[in-house]
């Protein structure tokens, strides 16, 4: 039985993903109604919006009292936003609370590779409570309904 037939009796909706030069996986996402690209970050605790597109994006954020630990441990101002909808094709997941902060760290290191920038990152936050199960071969993201 091959894993997409399995995974989909199971309840799992599967998204493709694409893998960038960086070795990143990429997904198009819909954030409040407007697209975005997105890497995939196992190693990151939460989704993270960059916060320069807080008005594209049609965020109301406000400022909270703590700070992310950046590249070289430098660090950034966090941001929250409350009600939002995120939808991963044909998933979707109202009134998810997000942060926003700086991604430029991120994002310099694929425009020096000839990249282009980035909206966001998808972390643990969604990965763990929609259980999720990455097929690296076949680029393919599951995640439970």
């Known amino acids: 039985m091959a894993l997409e037939h399995f995974l989909k009796g199971k309840g799992y909706r599967k998204l493709q ?6 070795g990143h996986l990429h997904l198009e996402c819909t954030l409040n109604g407007v697209n975005g690209k997105f890497i995939l970050d196992t ?11 807080r008005d594209k994006f049609k965020m109301a ?4 009292d703590q700070e ?8 950034i101002q966090m941001f ?3 009600e939002n909808t995120f ?4 998933l979707t997941i109202n009134k998810m609370p997000l942060v926003l902060m700086s991604l430029d760290h991120v994002n310099s ?3 020096r590779l000839g990249l282009g920038r980035v909206d966001g990152v998808i972390g643990a936050d969604i990965l ?9 071969t076949n680029l393919a993201l599951y995640l439970k309904k």
Do not use: C, H, L, P
């Open 17 to 22: 993903m694409t893998r960038i030069a960086s």
């Open 43 to 53: 190693g990151a605790s939460g989704t993270v919006i960059e916060v320069q597109n």
């Open 61 to 64: 954020v406000k400022n909270v």
């Open 68 to 75: 992310a630990a950046g590249a070289g441990g430098a660090s």
């Open 80 to 82: 929250v936003s409350e």
């Open 87 to 90: 939808e991963m094709g044909a």
């Open 109 to 111: 290191a694929f425009e």
């Open 128 to 136: 763990t409570s929609k259980e999720a199960i990455i097929d690296y």
